[in-house]
């Protein structure tokens, strides 16, 4: 082998290894303080050049885009696996929002695109790239609406990392972070519509009051591969049950079907794969018309969250956390 062909393998390799990574860093750097009081990563924070109409600058509008062809692949960060999801408008979850600034501004995003961090963008670690989402604001009830081009964050079990601008109409820049509700839009159908005999994976807690299936749960990272196809034979009926809003328990919920027929047919593999775990597997429903798949109860969140973990490995999702 000549020298110029060695050269060639080399760069051929490297070019493979950096396409398996999204191309934000996934460092481990350490928070510091801006001066309001609020608090970004070390290096980070806002801009000299703060454009004076951030209030003008219009949110993100959901539309059809072909997801990238890299992006959405299996990857790893800080020596954990991430698997993008493949599909929008069934993805909800509640957790802690942060923003990125001039550290990252000019930079390259994961889609190849540049980072503005006065346009309406966000950085989320499994949302198909691009797509959009409505992010609100749980101590003040202010949404928006962003465009998810990057990958991130990494760090703190954050959900979601904010554009500049988005932080500022969500009125987070003055902490740095705060909880948030993620909602995943699709642009060709009404928010929250499921197609028939799909799985609605990785829904996380809303913040709908009342009974424990109204709330959409909390935080996960749940991929499920293949919708499940309901037979219409050999499966026996099952009860609805309508959990009341006295009902302090805590469940788990691994999937939500449009009909009872495909949720019961999931329940049954859900059933076949679980074995014995000591806890109920259940149909449920509400007011949304979706037949919800719960396990429980549980008689905290802490112990249902640790169940999720000790499902993934067994189903290739971590289940979500509905609370009461």
Request: aromatic letters at 6%; charged letters at 20%.
């Amino acid at each position: 082998m000549n020298k110029k062909t060695a050269v060639l393998i080399l760069a051929t390799l490297l070019l493979a290894a950096c396409g398996a990574l999204p191309h934000r860093k996934a460092a481990t750097p350490a928070a510091t303080t801006a001066p309001s009081g609020g608090g970004y990563l070390a290096g980070d924070g806002p801009g000299t050049d703060i454009p004076v109409n951030l209030d003008a600058i219009p949110d993100a509008v959901p539309r059809n885009e072909p997801l990238h062809r890299y992006a959405n692949r299996p990857y790893v960060a800080l020596g954990k696996t991430y698997k993008p999801l493949t599909a929008v408008g069934s993805f909800k979850e509640r957790g802690i929002a942060s923003w990125y600034g001039k550290k990252f501004n000019g930079e390259r995003t994961s889609s190849g695109e540049t980072y503005d961090m006065y346009a309406m963008t966000a950085a989320h670690p499994t949302l198909p790239l691009p797509s959009y989402a409505r992010v609100t604001n749980l101590a003040n009830q202010k949404s928006v609406i962003v465009r998810v081009n990057d990958r991130g964050p990494f760090l703190h079990d954050r959900v979601i990392d904010l554009s500049y601008t988005a932080a500022y109409k969500l009125g987070l820049l003055g902490d740095g972070s705060a909880e948030v509700e993620v909602e995943s839009l699709n642009p060709d159908v009404s928010v929250n519509t499921i197609a028939a005999n799909t799985v609605q994976s990785q829904p996380l807690e809303s913040s709908a009051p009342a009974t424990l299936v109204t709330a959409p749960p909390v935080a996960v990272s749940a991929v499920v591969d293949a919708p499940v196809i309901a037979t219409p034979v050999a499966t026996p009926p099952v009860a609805l049950a309508t959990l009341e809003s006295k009902d302090t328990a805590v469940y788990l919920q691994l999937g939500a079907f449009s009909s009872q027929v495909g949720a019961a047919a999931y329940l049954d593999k859900m059933r076949s794969k679980l074995g014995d775990t000591g806890k109920q597997l259940m149909l449920t429903t509400n007011k949304d018309g979706l037949v919800r798949v719960n396990i429980g109860p549980y008689a905290n969140l802490n112990e249902a969250r640790s169940s999720a973990e000790s499902m993934e490995g067994e189903l290739g999702f971590k289940p979500m956390v509905n609370l009461p």
